[in-house]
């Protein structure tokens, strides 16, 4: 059995720490110290062994009262995906809030750094995540999309909004950038600093019944995006439908969908933001026919985008060598496009950042 621990329970917190903020409600554990290692606890007495899954696996010590703890090395910035390993058995912390990640139901822990302050809560107006289901006659099946409405939407009946459309990568869905992305407090605070404008984001589910990254996959979620969800949103939502006032953006695997349905479609998208992907330097049945693609329509290409923000999270990034080896072939066809890097690999602070330096670029 694990129980949650709560502060009546625990008493004080360890000095210089403090509750997680993915804490649930009343939990005092796990905790973030001052120099961001992270101290868990969790009561099990009728567990023989119980591990930490934060990147690595960390077995943590049991005391007489079968309260098991460990503290962390000093863990990098932003949001970190973990399980509770019990008896073998990966589970999710009981005293923090889950999030779909991983392909599966996995807890999350958010160690804040200086800096973080742009997708922090402030004293600004403040827009609304929707959940929209609708009807695919692509999949023939009904789904729905998160979307991002931006302060004053239902007030000002008369305005119309350009679109972001933005994609979570492989084993997540719609609801990371809601949630793990913190996509409407990034936007919030950018419309109040007027460094960006009003958009709406729409949150798109790339999980399609072609599963892997594969031409079929691809081309389905290109169909999904063209036949149903654009002409959802602008059948539905006061949007500005032109490609001046459409944006195409995602990670990792979303950034492999918005590099095919993206890039063959510039006269629906003006710009393009791609978060730490590439295609793949080693497989050219997939890579090949987009080349070719990129090679014969340069010229139009260029001309259509007006943003081809690439973005990569340094060395570090899963996807960093596929990425160099892809604008190599980019610079060799002369298509354009500007290249940034935040530090910290395949990750959400890394995307997160690319979000918000992304839409300061937009619709201007």
């Not at 990640?101 to 800096?115: C, K, L, N, T």
């Not at 991002?148 to 997540?172: A, C, F, R, S, W």
Request: with cysteine; aromatic share 12%.
């Amino acid at each position: 059995m694990l129980m949650v621990f709560c502060a009546v329970a625990l008493g004080a917190a360890a000095q210089n720490s403090f509750p997680a903020e993915t804490n649930i409600r009343g939990a005092k554990y796990p905790q973030i110290t001052s120099d961001s290692r992270a101290i868990f606890k969790v009561k099990a007495p009728e567990v023989q062994k119980l591990q930490l899954d934060l990147g690595k696996k960390s077995d943590m010590a049991k005391n007489s009262e079968g309260v098991w703890e460990v503290t962390t090395d000093s863990l990098s910035e932003g949001f970190h995906y973990y399980s509770l390993i019990v008896d073998g058995v990966a589970i999710c912390d009981p005293a923090s809030e889950t999030f779909y990640g991983m392909s599966r139901m996995a807890s999350g822990i958010e160690v804040p750094f200086a800096g973080d302050d742009y997708y922090a809560v402030k004293d600004v107006p403040h827009g609304d995540i929707r959940i929209k289901r609708y009807f695919s006659e692509v999949t023939k099946s009904w789904r729905n999309f998160y979307l991002y409405t931006p302060p004053g939407y239902d007030q000002n009946i008369n305005d119309k909004y350009p679109v972001l459309y933005i994609m979570h990568g492989g084993g997540e869905d719609q609801r990371g950038w809601a949630t793990q992305g913190k996509t409407d407090l990034i936007i919030d605070n950018l419309i109040a600093e007027k460094k960006a404008v009003p958009m709406l984001v729409v949150m798109v589910d790339g999980n399609m019944p072609s599963s892997g990254f594969g031409m079929e996959a691809l081309n389905v979620f290109e169909n999904e995006l063209k036949k149903s969800v654009i002409p959802f949103v602008e059948s539905n939502y006061r949007v500005k439908a032109d490609s001046k006032n459409r944006a195409l953006a995602g990670l990792s695997m979303g950034g492999l969908q918005t590099l095919h349905a993206g890039v063959r479609n510039t006269d629906l998208f003006a710009y393009l933001g791609v978060f730490s992907s590439g295609w793949w330097s080693n497989n050219n049945e997939l890579s090949g026919p987009q080349y070719d693609f990129m090679k014969n329509n340069a010229v139009t290409i260029n001309k259509n985008l007006k943003q081809f923000w690439i973005a990569m999270g340094g060395k570090e990034d899963i996807a960093w060598q596929n990425c160099q080896a892809m604008m190599g072939k980019f610079d060799e066809m002369n298509i354009k496009y500007t290249y940034s890097e935040y530090s910290g690999g395949h990750t959400w602070p890394v995307w997160r950042n690319n979000l918000f330096n992304f839409a300061q670029l937009l619709f201007k």
